[in-house]
């Protein structure tokens, strides 16, 4: 329920910018702004995961988020119709989201016993991508009929559902960091973890591929429905859903080939398959085709990126876990963002279609690079170290 609000204020952000502005890059800018604070805070908020109490940090974050919903709310209702205005407040939602991002992750492991941790994993990005589908759906109807404003405050009351949840559920202690260890440390010991352990080191750098490359589609969605297909609010909120759409169902379809296929091997075809959907969509005639596209690219981009968090969770030791994530949410939120602002520059430049032939190639180049590298490959399907 608290997500589908994010994913309602997900949507109408940009659709607002690109109305305010008519620009690519104010829209690439949005989502860098929204996310790349997680860059500077990822490592801190996985050293603050392994030494608090990650309920309380978890309802913390939550709430802040909530009053940040409300108060873009509130400016929209108030007429503000500045760009920066908007911009600052989506950057202090990016503050408070990287704070809570690797408490999130880390929670899922206090949950359930490690046996079962990679269906917990996927069930957790399943519920994240499922909102995904039916938040832009109806924010596109929101937008349409009441505004962005309702958008907002739909975003903050949903926040309740998370707070109550948080509250009600029961958890296993973590394995807190020694309070005695400085911050500062505790982050060096996190990357230096991360760098020597293969398939984590491996999991990271395609992360980063596919959050460059492969997820800013999504932001870039305003732009083709304006100015490539000539639609309205409605369809916008079904292309942007389509992607959640498709990101829920590859969860689950990716999920289930592990059962039978190594991981490496799903997340190899995934981003061949990835590449060719970026280019389809670059490429498609009419809003049908595009549609179809977003919706393929995005079960291949989330659901090897599931399985790359997957892989991750099951390596890493239980002490080290919260700053691993860290760092994690550190290559992730960095990635998306950064590949937003890029993309949107180069769309106003070459064109949206260009740009995503181009981001098409470059990732069937990732694609045929790791294709060729098996000590890379078998890294993905490492065991875990002990704890």
Known sequence: MSNVGTWMQNAAVPYVMYSLTESSAWVGLSAFAMLFPGVVLGPVAGAMADRLDRRRLLSWSQASQAVVAFALAAVWAAGVRS?????????????????????????????????????????????????????????GLV?????????????????????????????????????GQRVLRQLKDGFSYARHHEGIAVSLVLVAAVGFLGNPVVQLAPVFAERIYGVGAGAYGVLTAAFGFGAASGIYVMGRLTRTHPRSRIVLAGLFVLAGALAAFGLAPVYGVGLAAVLLAGSCAVGVGTLLLTSVQLQVSDAMRGRVLGVYAMVFTASYPIGALAQGWLADRIGPRANELVVALALLAVATVVATRRPW??????????P
């Open 83 to 139: 760009p920066s205005a908007i911009l600052a407040i989506v950057a202090v939602g990016g503050v408070l989201f990287g704070l809570g991002m690797p408490a999130w992750q880390g929670f899922v492991s206090d949950l359930v016993p490690r046996p079962v941790l990679p269906g917990a994993v996927q069930w957790n990005s399943m519920q994240f991508h499922g909102s995904r589908a039916i938040g832009p759906a109806l924010a």
């Open 143 to 179: 937008l349409a009929t009441l505004g962005p404003t309702w958008a907002f405050v739909a975003n903050g009351l949903s926040y309740a559902a998370v707070l109550v949840a948080i509250a009600l559920v029961s958890a296993r202690p973590g394995r807190p960091a020694p309070s």
């Open 377 to 386: 490959l078998r890294g993905l399907d490492g065991a875990a170290l002990a």
